[in-house]
Every structure is written in C-alpha cells, then in structure tokens.
C-alpha cells in the first residue's frame, strides 16, 4: 500500500487513536491496583478484634466508621459489621443503622437486614434509603406484593419510582399475574408495561425469545441487544437483519456498521467472534453478566451493551 493513499492515512489514525485509548486504559488500572493495596495494608495493620478496648468519644467513633467503610469497600462485610454493631451500641444513630441494615443485605441476611429496617422506621417512617433497602430485600425474598406496599409510601410522600413500579409490575406478570387493584390498573400482559414504560425493552425481548419469537426480533433494537440474538440460529432473513447475517455468513456488504462488527466483516470467519460486557450507566462497574438491577449500585435498567472482539477459542481452517 503506497504511504501516500488516503486509506493508509485512515488507518493510521484509528491505530494511534486505539493504542491511546489503550494506554490510558492501563494506567487508570494501574492506579487503581496499587490505591487497592495501600488500602489493604492499612486494613492488614489494624487489628479489629482489639476494638472492644477502645474508649469511644466523637474522634475515635469517626475513625472507626472510616475503618468500616474500608472494609465495606473490600468486599469484608463480617469486620466492617463488627465494627458498626460495636459503634452502634455506644452511639445509636439511624445512620449507622443504616449502615448495618445494608451489610447484613450485601452479606445475604435479609431478614437480619429487615429488621434492622423495620426498627428504623419506627423512629423514621418516611426515612427514603431505608424504604429503598426494603424493595431489595423484598425483592430478593419474591415479597413482590410487599413492594407495591412500599411503593405506595413513596407516593404518600409524593416521590415517583417509574423504574420501581415497572420492575414491580414485570415480577408480578411473571409470577402468576398482575391482580393488585390500583396498582395493576391497565395492565394485563408484559406488552402493556412496555407500552408504558419503553425502558424495560430488553426485559421485554427476553421475555418474548421464550414465548413470541417473531414478535421478538420485532422489538429489539438490533444493535442495542445484539447479545439477545447474535448467536441464534433463528435470524429472520430480512432486511432489518441483513447486515448481521451477511457478518455470521461471511459474505461483504458496504453498509457502516459499529466498530466491532465493521471489523469483525474484514476478519476470516473463524479468527474472531463477539464477547460481550454490560457497564452500568450509573456508577460505570462493567460486569460480564447483565442485570435488570446493578448488583453495585442497584439503579435499575441502567446496564448497557457493551460489544468486543474477542480471539475465536478454536481456531481452524482460516484463509485469509
């Protein structure tokens, strides 16, 4: 390819353009591995059992909650607990209580959890995180009715939840029906909670791969929840879908497309294949399996596609 063709300048381009965005990609690792291990050989320097000694006064309770908050942050709910229960029994607060109500819910005791909640609402009825709290536990137990439950506090307290009721609303539809008089009013099937709340699409198209799937492939956006249809072998033959099955065939085809499928058609069709991650619009974690509700922060319908390339696992047969 002579240096002067304006394609060798193109290329070039998105050559220096991606090893940028790589770079900045590995120091911002980096950082963030050594920040982890200065974090872990302060935790490692303290011994929590030794809490118990302590004489607690306003300095002490604080660098105490700092400590929990560090091991919270480690994924070690059992020291950062230790540490809340022990504050807590020299200094009640609700915020504390809060504290234990969330890491009794992270380590898997909902119903400890729960009744942390339900003894800070007798002090706070209208406190909004613990009312938050509540809907996970609830949901995580299938207390589907109970949320609605919690739902109708917000509204009481004039806060509106349309993430929250169009969750709520999907639990019932799947789990025997949508009876709830009031709450359920115009809604007899998972199309109407579609039609009303259009962010709960990709929900909507699992839903109908198991029971409609030519309605299915009508829904999706084809690039949005390409995860949901790229390895089937059911692809309508369509125009919607050309693109995607002239890639899947090998065959060419000039329409742009997204940056890995624009280079995945130029591979040979058995050197490289479509993974997928889902980042969190929220608080940005990436995750390799999606959720209706961030696992992290909890936001609900706030996953978005994120499409790579990928090496092919077994490799044969390529010509190039």
Same mark, same amino acid.
């Given at each position: ?122 002090? $706070?009825?209208? !406190?909004?995180?613990?009312? +938050?709290?509540?809907?996970? #536990? =609830?949901? @995580? *137990?299938?207390?589907?009715? %109970? ?92 125009? $919607?879908?050309? !693109?995607?099955?002239?890639? +899947?065939?090998?065959?060419? #085809? =000039?329409? @742009? *497309?997204?940056?890995?499928? %624009? ?58």
């Amino acid at each position: 390819m002579d240096f002067r063709d304006p394609l060798f300048s193109v290329i070039v381009f998105f050559v220096i353009v991606l090893i940028s965005v790589l770079v900045t990609i590995f120091a911002g690792k980096v950082r963030e591995y050594f920040r982890q291990k200065d974090i872990e050989k302060l935790l490692k320097d303290f011994d929590y059992v030794e809490i118990e000694e302590l004489s607690l006064n306003k300095s002490s309770i604080s660098a105490l909650l700092l400590l929990a908050k560090a091991y919270e942050k480690t994924g070690d709910y059992d020291k950062a607990l230790k540490i809340y229960l022990w504050v807590n029994k020299n200094s009640q607060s609700v915020e504390i209580l809060r504290n234990i109500a969330f890491l009794y819910f992270k380590a898997g005791f909902l119903e400890k959890s729960k009744k942390v909640i339900y003894n800070i609402l007798k002090v $706070k009825p209208r !406190d909004v995180y613990s009312l +938050k709290i509540l809907i996970w #536990i =609830d949901e @995580k *137990l299938g207390n589907y009715k %109970e949320i609605v439950d919690v739902l109708e506090v917000f509204n009481e307290l004039g806060i509106n939840l349309p993430k929250e009721k169009a969750n709520a609303l999907i639990k019932l539809i799947t789990h025997g029906g949508c009876n709830i008089k009031d709450f359920c009013e115009g809604i007899k099937e998972f199309e109407d909670i579609y039609k009303t709340y259009p962010f709960v699409r990709r929900e909507y198209v699992s839903y109908l791969f198991k029971f409609d799937i030519p309605k299915a492939y009508e829904v999706l956006d084809k690039f949005e929840d390409l995860d949901l249809y790229f390895y089937r072998n059911d692809i309508p033959d369509n125009e $919607k879908f050309k !693109d995607i099955l002239a890639i +899947k065939r090998a065959e060419k #085809i =000039d329409k @742009k *497309l997204p940056f890995e499928l %624009e280079v995945l058609k130029y591979l040979p069709l058995n050197l490289a294949e479509l993974e997928f991650e889902y980042i969190c619009k929220s608080c940005k974690k990436v995750f390799p399996l999606y959720s209706t509700r961030c696992p992290n922060c909890h936001e609900l319908f706030s996953q978005k596609l994120i499409t790579k390339l990928s090496e092919k696992k077994h490799i044969e047969n390529i010509e190039f």
